[in-house]
């Protein structure tokens, strides 16, 4: 079993920047391998942000690109998001997930069904 918890979350004005981090515990290793950034906003579907792979792979939403950046610790068991210039339309709860490295999960690995463990999620709230 594995075990996410985020934070990091909070109210910024737009313009702004946060850090949001995801501590993972338990079989991290062969469980939570490959890692990903998720966000809700109200009233819509779970939209991928940011993923990390094996190694130095990273994958990123067109709509995020160039401002959000995924990163691990050494130890691979903490997982960050850097959110830099953040837009209003960036307002939601953010959820990280973790998922065994599968050919599959690289093939999808922003689609929500391709993770297999969540945390509870932080909230993000831009104003303007």
């Known amino acids: 079993q594995v075990q996410l918890v985020e934070s990091g979350g909070g109210s910024v004005q737009a313009g702004g920047s946060l850090r949001l981090s995801c501590a993972a515990s338990g079989h991290t290793d062969t469980q939570a391998d490959c890692m990903a950034w998720f966000r809700q906003p109200p009233g819509k579907e779970r939209e991928g942000l940011a993923a990390?792979?094996?190694?130095?792979?990273?994958f990123y939403a067109d709509s995020v690109k160039g401002r959000f950046t995924i990163s691990r610790d050494n130890t691979r068991a903490t997982l960050y998001l850097q959110m830099s210039n953040l837009k209003p339309e960036d307002t939601a709860m953010y959820y990280c997930a973790a998922a065994t490295c599968t050919a599959r999960w690289y093939i999808s690995s922003l689609n929500p069904a391709a993770s297999t463990t969540w945390g509870q999620g932080t909230q993000v709230t831009v104003s303007i």
């Open positions: 990390s792979g094996r190694g130095s792979d990273t």
